[in-house]
């Protein structure tokens, strides 16, 4: 129904991997294959498209994740020409998600895969023999390997959060060992994710925090492999695997840009398996906040998955266009609304306007008020449109100038900040981190690649400074941001 917008695969296909047992399908018995949905806009997204990954189990009998994928890449699809929210997403995300990567598990309702534990069973602070047993397991590790995730969540149930790393052995159980030199940047998104998703029921809202504070430590589990095996030879990321069905040497050595995705783990719900009476309703799924008649472990668990794909890179969008004059006179005042998202807080945001042709980095040729910190989430809500007021000015203009208006944003400063609290442990490490924070920053994997940039802009609104009205249009081309005021 979708086929430039959706591909379907199995990790057997792709990789060439086992399936783990035999599951029946309208009556017949076939091999547990591993779904695969890739969700992306074909004709729009590049090398840089950012990537987000999604696990909705792996443990088989935590059945709300596998639900709440299926749902937001139904919902998403199906928004896809009426939203432009959806369409957003879409067209410039790639969204990796796998509904049951415990395809047997999931089958029989138990929570291992062939009495193995796929989430003890990564290549992280785990023996070399112990690790990569499981066709779960290694259809991620043959994802991680071929694509360059920068968000992640892996659903599971049995509890009520949302934690990051550090979650192993290595790092327990001080706050001076869980803390992870991204702490900064994972509990600001966290905590956008959680007022967003709302609360529910008694649950109220999810709890938020490292894995080794909130909850208990692991070996070889998969939020400190996705988010630390490329860089952090400490957890043995690199350990040579002694896999199941011949997935053995050389499966696990990574290089330094596969493993530095901030991946979550999304402990849905106290059962594991909730009454229907709480799954919710469509309806109420893109409702910020939660709380709204007909919510559930469904919607919210939906919204989560939505809000993380949003906020994988900022972005910065004009919502007046069609009503910003196509006309002015020098000293003209006109109004330009603006908005942002895949951000936590826009630390400043400059209108500039530029003679058309004008080569990147010319002065401006119109006076506008910059904003500072602004709150790009309220009350599980993204903020309203702001506005900001520019004036023309006189140097340089004439009859029939055609002036190009852009909003720049720089945003989350304080994620790679020299002044966060987590400083001593160095740098940030994760793609999320680094892509918003530092200009020099570049990774690649497999012909994707992520670049660091600090300023991000919108589309142009055009303005002719006298003559015939024109329309206002939009222009796909993009140009350097300008350098900051003194």
Not at 130 to 140: D, G, H, K, L
């Amino acid at each position: 129904q979708y086929p430039k917008l959706l591909e379907v695969y199995t990790t057997q296909q792709r990789f060439n991997l086992r399936s783990a047992g035999e599951c029946e399908v309208a009556g017949q018995k076939q091999p547990c294959y591993v779904y695969v949905m890739r969700l992306g806009n074909q004709a729009k997204i590049s090398a840089s498209t950012p990537e987000v990954f999604l696990s909705g189990e792996l443990h088989g009998n935590e059945r709300i994740g596998p639900t709440a994928t299926v749902e937001f890449a139904t919902l998403l699809l199906n928004m896809y020409k009426s939203d432009a929210w959806a369409r957003r997403l879409l067209d410039t995300r790639v969204i990796t998600i796998v509904p049951t990567a415990n395809a047997i598990g999931y089958y029989s309702n138990t929570r291992e895969e062939l009495g193995i534990d796929p989430n003890r069973d990564f290549a992280w602070d785990q023996s070399a023999s112990q690790c990569m047993q499981t066709v779960a397991a290694q259809s991620i590790n043959e994802l991680w390997k071929a694509n360059l995730f920068q968000l992640s969540a892996t659903f599971h149930g049995g509890d009520h959060m949302i934690s990051y790393p550090w979650g192993d052995n290595i790092h327990c159980c001080t706050p001076d060992k869980y803390t992870s030199a991204d702490n900064t940047g994972m509990a600001a998104l966290t905590e956008v994710m959680r007022d967003f998703v709302g609360k529910f029921d008694s649950d109220g809202n999810y709890q938020i925090g490292p894995l080794n504070k909130i909850i208990y430590p692991v070996a070889g589990g998969m939020e400190d492999w996705a988010y630390a095996a490329s860089w952090d030879p400490t957890g043995q990321g690199n350990v040579n695997c002694n896999g199941a069905y011949g997935y053995g040497p050389g499966k696990t050595a990574y290089n330094n840009a596969t493993h530095r995705a901030i991946n979550l783990l999304v402990e849905t719900a106290f059962a594991k398996t909730p009454r229907s009476s709480t799954l919710g309703k469509e309806k109420t799924v893109l409702h910020g906040g939660g709380g709204h008649s007909g919510d559930g472990h469904i919607p919210r668990n939906v919204r989560l998955c939505w809000i993380l794909a949003d906020m994988v890179q900022p972005w910065v969008h004009i919502t007046n266009l069609d009503t910003i004059p196509t006309h002015a006179t020098v000293g003209t005042e006109v109004e330009v609304l603006w908005e942002a998202g895949g951000a936590v807080v826009v630390n400043e945001a400059r209108v500039e306007c530029l003679k058309h042709g004008a080569a990147p980095g010319s002065p401006s040729v119109c006076t506008a008020t910059p904003t500072f910190n602004h709150k790009v989430w309220m009350g599980g809500k993204r903020a309203g449109p702001i506005a900001t007021k520019l004036v023309l000015d006189g140097a340089g203009l004439a009859n029939g100038d055609v002036i190009e208006i852009r909003v720049h944003v720089r945003v989350d400063e304080a994620f790679g900040s020299s002044s966060r609290a987590e400083v001593a442990k160095g740098l940030p490490q994760s793609h999320f981190v680094r892509a918003r924070t530092d200009p020099s920053y570049m990774a690649s994997n497999n012909g994707q690649s992520v670049r660091g940039q600090v300023w991000w802009e919108t589309e142009e609104a055009t303005l002719h400074v006298t003559g015939r009205r024109s329309r206002v249009t939009l222009s796909p081309r993009a140009s350097p941001a300008p350098a900051p005021a003194p």
